[in-house]
């Protein structure tokens, strides 16, 4: 029976250093995601010793995304997201607005393109679901009334970068970038390149 052994190294390394050193902020009241940063630094290509493989662990971090974030689904209903929406919905388009021009400013300040702008605007404006959910987790404030707010504005903001990933490789062209030779079709799609 073969084994494949960068597989276990990764999975045995990654968990038993999170393991301790989560345990280890945990015990000087720090939160156990400050352990797990340091597990993964202590085995990334930076430090000295055993480097995990890189590729599979980001494959596997995405799994353990998916879990948590089915997790969420599991506690979190749309009633629970209608009953929040007159916050969370106008709160996050704002807050993704702000942060979007705030970019696009300083990449032109910068002297990037419109696309970079826009892009780089669209990062800084999402805050990390995955962090906040365990903070939130933590603190047991998940199905308190500003834990659901936040839930939901959360959801909001990853909606919108769905909506964003799926609609940037077809503006590429409009924007500066380079568009896919399938895009041209969606490129076609947009009125008259606005107008």
């Known amino acids: 029976m073969p084994h494949d052994t960068p597989l276990i190294a990764t999975i045995v390394a990654g968990l038993g250093l999170a393991f301790v050193f989560g345990a280890l902020a945990n015990r000087f009241r720090i939160p156990p995601l400050v352990g797990y940063l340091v597990a993964g630094v202590l085995v990334g290509p930076n430090t000295p010793g055993f480097v995990a493989d890189a ?14 974030m089915f997790g969420v689904g599991l506690h979190f209903s749309l009633k629970d997201l209608l009953s929040v929406r007159a916050i ?15 970019g696009v400013g300083l990449a032109w300040l910068l002297g990037w393109s419109m ?6 605007g669209l990062a800084l404006s999402v805050a990390s ?5 365990r903070a939130l987790q933590e603190r047991r404030l998940i199905e308190t009334e500003r834990g659901r707010i936040a839930v939901g ?17 077809a503006l590429a ?6 568009p896919q030779a399938d895009d041209h079709a969606s490129l076609l799609a947009l009125p008259a390149n606005y107008g």
């Open 88 to 102: 969370a919905v106008p709160g996050a388009v704002v807050q993704i607005g702000f942060a979007t021009l705030l």
């Open 55 to 68: 590729s599979l662990a980001t494959e596997l971090a995405e799994i353990g995304v998916i879990l948590l």
């Open 173 to 178: 062209g409009v924007l500066g970038g380079q």
């Open 115 to 120: 696309g970079a702008g826009l892009v780089f």
């Open 129 to 133: 679901t995955v962090v906040l959910l």
């Open 153 to 169: 504005w959360l959801i909001v903001e990853d909606l919108a970068m769905v909506l964003a990933l799926v609609l940037l490789p």
